[in-house]
């Protein structure tokens, strides 16, 4: 199945966003130090763009975060 692919450099901040089939591959970004990878599509749904800042906090394992 496909992915969206975030590309974060060490701020969080987004440096790239890539949508990728199965098995296919990409490069990061200029400054990327991180990844996130999430559901194909959810980038674009949640207007996710190149120089967002993301925060990324931590979910408690018994919780389901998609319940809401």
């Keep these: ?3 969206d692919v975030l590309f974060l450099d060490n701020e969080g901040t987004v440096v790239k966003v890539k949508t990728l ?3 296919w591959f990409s ?3 200029k400054g990327s130090k ?5 559901r194909s599509g959810s980038a674009a749904a949640h207007g996710v763009k190149k120089g967002d800042r993301l925060l990324i906090t931590e979910i408690d394992a018994g919780v389901d975060a998609t319940a809401a």
């Design 27 to 29: 490069f990061g970004g």
């Design 34 to 38: 991180r990844v996130l990878e999430i």
């Design 1 to 3: 199945f496909p992915i």
């Design 21 to 23: 089939k199965p098995f």
